[in-house]
């Protein structure tokens, strides 16, 4: 009932940026909160950053001054802009969202997308 659509990923080279948005849409009620994650191969998936209704941001150190997230909450649709990006952040990332719908009664469910290939390399 709710879908999380990515868009943006590609190649880069290092040093320079990409954004990713990612849109819900759905019979959804609220978003409590939307982030982004990676996975690199063979690695375990980790958080890149997450924006929560009120505002408040958290990021990975590894990307903190690099990486920007943002939220439009008209458009249920959350943004990650990367900077000065590196070999080490390539990777699938996916979106992540905490969403309340009709049929969670009343408390908020785990929603992700699909994941967009990230690369960069020279």
């Known amino acids: 009932q709710v879908q999380l659509v990515e868009s943006g990923g590609g190649l880069v080279k290092p040093g320079e940026s990409l954004r990713l948005s990612c849109a819900a849409s759905g019979r959804i009620i609220s978003i409590v909160a939307m982030g982004w994650y990676r996975q690199a191969p063979g690695k375990q998936r980790e958080l890149v950053a997450h924006?929560?209704?009120?505002?408040?941001?958290q990021y990975a150190g590894s990307v903190q001054g690099r990486f920007t997230i943002s939220r439009d909450n008209g458009k249920n649709t959350v943004y990650l802009q990367m900077n000065n990006m590196q070999p080490e952040d390539t990777a699938v990332y996916y979106c992540h969202a905490d969403i309340v719908t009709p049929y969670g009664l009343g408390s908020p469910e785990e929603y992700w997308g699909q994941g967009t290939q990230v690369t960069v390399s020279s």
């Open positions: 924006i929560r209704n009120a505002g408040d941001k």
